[in-house]
């Protein structure tokens, strides 16, 4: 069974830094790309990172791009997005997903 665990949410002031992590079961990590979507409270689901298998190559959403970091460690099965400089527009629900399977998220409010 697919398991996937955010963490590492919290409240951050403007300009501050959070780092999350999504551990995962279940399922071959180490041959799987993976995704950071978020959803902010009244909006649909936004993409905001996605890693290769190996990480190698990572792609960013442009309102993330320059202050977020995806990266992931395959021998503990663990994928991490640091993120840093954060607005308050980045609050929102944080979730790690695989194909369509997702966590129960990790909150992320960003304010003064």
């Known amino acids: 069974e697919v398991q996937l665990v955010e963490s590492g949410g919290g409240l951050a002031q403007p300009g501050g830094s959070l780092r999350l992590s999504c551990a995962a079961s279940?399922?071959?990590?180490?041959?799987?790309?993976m995704n950071w979507f978020r959803q902010a409270p009244g909006k649909g689901l936004e993409w905001v990172s996605q890693i290769t298998a190996d990480g190698g190559i990572t792609n960013y959403a442009d309102f993330v791009k320059g202050r977020f970091t995806v990266s992931r460690d395959n021998g503990k099965n663990a994928l991490y997005l640091q993120m840093n400089n954060l607005k308050p527009e980045d609050t929102a629900v944080y979730y790690c997903?695989?194909?369509?399977?997702r966590g129960q998220g990790t909150q992320v409010t960003v304010s003064s």
């Open positions: 997903y695989h194909g369509a399977r």
């Open positions: 279940g399922f071959s990590f180490s041959i799987a790309a």
